[in-house]
């Protein structure tokens, strides 16, 4: 596990020091470096640490509020189904949600139909 954080560690090392800050919409999906996390905490996969998010609201040029994705089919009232996201069956694991600085956005995979997103709005403020 050890390996695992300091992997982790240089990463996120590398993303800080990145100029980068990706343009972003609310409605997108995107791959983010979420990380090693603690606990329960949803983790990102692979080497680059990353997890498939949606984009639930702007809050300024460099950041933004983000639910994790998840293709666990495990039936829970903080995973709202979205359809399919990159060929697998997806939830939003509204019970995740986090402010991301944009330098952890990579790639942009498409934007959640209204619809969706609006569920997924609901379900968010319900939790409150």
Not at 31 to 51: K, P, T
Not at 54 to 73: E, F, G, M, N, Y
Not at 113 to 125: H, L, S
Request: proline letters at 2%.
């Amino acid at each position: 596990m050890e390996e695992i954080f300091n992997n982790w560690n240089l990463r996120k090392k590398d993303i800080h020091l990145s100029k980068t800050h990706h343009f972003y919409h609310e409605r997108e999906i995107w791959w983010c470096s979420l990380g090693i996390n603690i606990g329960a905490e949803h983790n990102g996969d692979n080497i680059e640490f990353q997890r498939p998010i949606l984009i639930l609201k702007a809050l300024s040029a460099r950041t933004c509020l983000v639910i994790p994705l998840t293709s666990s089919t495990h039936e829970h009232p903080m995973r709202v189904i979205i359809g399919q996201i990159d060929g697998k069956e997806a939830r939003a694991v509204i019970s995740q949600i986090r402010v991301i600085d944009t330098k952890r956005l990579t790639e942009k995979i498409c934007f959640l139909n209204k619809a969706t997103f609006e569920t997924i709005r609901k379900a968010v403020k319900g939790m409150l």
